[in-house]
């Protein structure tokens, strides 16, 4: 798998270039600004972009929007953006392309190898990764006592939230030290419940289970 | 007429000049010697040629009036020469005499009708009896000229007589109203005794000396400049002249008036002595809110400041030490997994320093968060509000309606305002909505969040509190309307020119 990675910070962009390596994934450039990161994106089509979210000349939010610059003009090509605050509106901004190839990740993710290099493999093959603070945030806002949330279990809604984070059944199964047939049937418990149409798609799954929580 | 004038002017040339006219007419008509009476009947013609060019100050203006009243005593003299030059016919001369008179008297006509013209208000008022009745008696000595009247003599004409008495009469009348104008003074000093409010002073002080346009400044020591009522700087109205109102030897205050005042100059004293209380207090209260402005200004600028050095330090934490500080569990995630399977105790450990790392990390996040919120910093009031929206627990309707980016500090107020309002209906007020409201009001910045919970906010508790002195470091207020039962509406109007 082929990445390019844009961060304005040389100590962490390496890092994090050194570390992707060791997990076997292979960065074919390190930018430091937008206007380069669309331009390598253009060159290699890599299978996923990874953007940090403050990037020059403004270090404001030039790497969000390069970020959706790039779902909008290569489909194909999978988006993870890093940051060191998650925040809900960015996730909606992001959601707005769908939840094809998209992440959306607290800086701090990159320390656990094994789970961060997975969440960039899935993102690289069309899935989707979202943080659990951001999900986190999405579930306790609809706290309304009539609100159909409140009629899931708490086995139900832990495994909503992996499956907002855009987790397969398998990773969730694993996660939750349950079998994966286990999990299929809490998923439609979930979707009945919720009054949302079920789909044995993943990625879509990911988008009902999204816009049901930020409706 | 000569002598009140002379008694109450008696640096003006108008009491002299006006007492020679008398004199000299009364001479023409007594029988003396021939060539005196000729003298006599010559002259009164030329004098009051020079009063009525004098008048009312008894200064003679431009040149041209200098010219004109020079021509009127050369005239006089060519008129008398028949007596002292033989051969010369008497009667030419005195043809062409009073026809150069009655051009020179047209010119000082039209020249102080030009002057009045231009005159500025309290000016005309002392000008226009005394012009008008001078006018009179010049029109009256062209229509009785022998020219077209050979057989009478001037002074036989009644009209003339009429008219040359109007001249001091309108003189006289004006004299009056300078009495009657002290007088306005003394009701300035009843006025000034029931009433003392910065702009009646003001008001009073035009009244009494008959200058609409009349400004006063008022000292301020410490700055060494004259302001307004209102403690602002004063720059004087072009065209006024100033008079400075002292008391104990320090300078109180400054009248800005209309030159034609300083004719009457004893007016002005008056209307200062009687005034000079009311203008020491008036300086006080204006110096005192001079202060006042030049505090809130200092304030805002210490907010200002504030506010960049919080918008620095947050760049500075985030740009810098946040990523820095992640660099240690990244490096240590690589040693981790590039350890021997067995080396259970140094993975324990490392797992331990990696995740104090990040707690640290967390921490100073937070620090920063505090300091200054990074989502102002990255999309602006609206982004950041927008925010705070969607992670309240109640649904929240947000109407932002700004034609352009405010300045930082008003920003963070306005953000502060929404985030501190939208956790209250969080923790108190068991509401099912609420609406934020942020749009500009003129000059104003109103931000409004109004929930459907059960009000009885407390608008002294801490966090409101907080919020109002905020509010006003700024130069804004903050409003909080909670009845039991009834929902609570926080309001906060902040500067935004």
């Excluded at chain 1, 159909?148 to 694993?174: C, F, K, W, Y």
Aim: proline share 5%; glycine share 8%.
């Amino acid at each position: 798998m082929r990445v390019v990675l844009a961060e304005d910070n040389v100590l962490l962009r390496e890092g994090l270039a050194r570390l992707l390596a060791e997990a076997g994934l292979e960065v074919v450039s390190g930018v430091e600004d937008a206007t380069a990161l669309l331009a390598d994106v253009g060159r290699h089509r890599p299978d996923v972009a990874i953007v940090d979210i403050r990037l020059p000349p403004t270090r404001t939010d030039e790497g969000l929007r390069a970020a959706r610059e790039i779902r909008r003009r290569y489909p194909g090509i999978g988006v993870l953006v890093l940051s060191q605050y998650v925040r809900v509106s960015y996730t909606v901004e992001l959601l707005d392309g769908g939840a094809i190839g998209v992440g959306y990740l607290l800086k701090d993710r990159v320390t656990n190898i094994a789970e961060f290099t997975e969440a960039v493999r899935r993102v690289g093959t069309g899935g989707s990764a979202f943080d659990p603070i951001v999900i986190n945030q999405l579930v306790q806002r609809r706290a309304g006592d009539d609100d159909p949330l409140h009629a899931l279990s708490e086995r139900e809604r832990a495994v909503l939230g992996l499956m907002a984070e855009g987790r397969t059944n398998q990773a969730i199964a694993d996660r939750l030290d349950i079998a994966e047939r286990t999990v299929e049937k809490h998923c439609t418990s979930i979707f009945t419940k919720l009054g949302l149409t079920a789909s044995p798609d993943d990625h879509r799954r990911v988008l009902a289970v999204l816009r049901y929580l930020n409706a | 007429m000569g002598a009140v004038a002379w008694h109450k002017h008696p640096r003006s040339r108008v009491g002299p000049l006006a007492a020679a006219v008398g004199v000299l007419v009364l001479l023409a008509q007594l029988p003396l010697h021939p060539v005196l009476d000729r003298l006599c009947a010559a002259g009164w013609a030329a004098v009051l040629i020079h009063l009525v060019a004098a008048l009312p100050t008894g200064r003679l203006g431009s040149p041209a009036v200098r010219a004109v009243v020079a021509l009127a005593y050369l005239n006089e003299l060519v008129m008398l020469s028949p007596l002292l030059v033989t051969g010369l016919s008497d009667d030419l001369v005195k043809d062409v005499g009073t026809f150069v008179a009655v051009l020179v008297g047209a010119a000082v006509t039209a020249m102080q009708w030009m002057r009045w013209r231009r005159t500025s208000v309290p000016g005309r008022r002392s000008l226009t009896p005394v012009l008008a009745a001078a006018a009179v008696a010049v029109v009256l000595l062209l229509a009785g000229s022998p020219l077209w009247t050979p057989e009478e003599s001037l002074l036989d004409m009644g009209l003339l007589k009429v008219g040359l008495v109007a001249v001091p009469l309108a003189y006289l009348a004006t004299e009056l109203r300078t009495r009657i104008e002290r007088g306005a003074v003394a009701d300035l000093v009843v006025q000034l005794g029931s009433a003392p409010e910065p702009a009646s002073l003001r008001a009073a002080l035009a009244k009494a000396l008959h200058d609409p346009t009349l400004s006063v400044g008022y000292w301020v020591a410490e700055s060494r400049q004259y302001v307004d009522a209102d403690g602002h700087a004063l720059s004087p109205p072009p065209g006024s002249v100033a008079t400075r109102v002292d008391r104990a030897g320090e300078p109180v205050a400054l009248l800005m008036h209309d030159p034609a005042l300083l004719e009457q100059p004893t007016l002005i004293e008056a209307a200062c002595t009687a005034a000079a209380l009311a203008l020491q207090n008036e300086r006080l209260t204006a110096d005192l809110r001079a202060r006042v402005i030049q505090l809130a200004e200092s304030r805002r600028h210490v907010v200002q400041a504030a506010e960049a050095e919080r918008r620095r330090l947050e760049r500075d934490l985030h740009d810098g030490v946040q990523q820095r500080l992640l660099s240690i569990p990244m490096a240590l995630s690589v040693a981790e997994s590039s350890l021997p399977p067995d080396a259970k105790r140094a993975r324990a450990l490392i797992a331990e320093a990696k995740d104090m790392s990040l707690a640290v990390l967390d921490e100073l996040r937070a620090l920063s968060q505090g300091i200054h919120p990074a989502i102002l910093t990255e999309r602006g009031l609206d982004g950041a509000v927008r925010e705070l929206t969607l992670v309240a627990p109640v649904p929240v309707v947000l109407t932002v309606d700004l034609p352009a980016r405010l300045s930082a500090e008003i920003e963070t107020t306005a953000y502060y305002v929404v985030a501190e309002a939208l956790a209250n209906v969080t923790k108190h007020a068991a509401a099912s909505r609420a609406d934020v409201r942020i749009d500009q009001a003129g000059d104003r910045l109103v931000v409004e969040v109004v929930d459907d919970g059960r009000g009885g906010a407390d608008p002294d508790g801490s966090g409101l509190r907080g919020l109002a002195t905020r509010a006003e470091d700024n130069g804004g207020t903050l409003r909080v309307t909670s009845p039991v039962g009834g929902g609570t509406r926080v309001r906060a109007e902040l500067p935004c020119a």
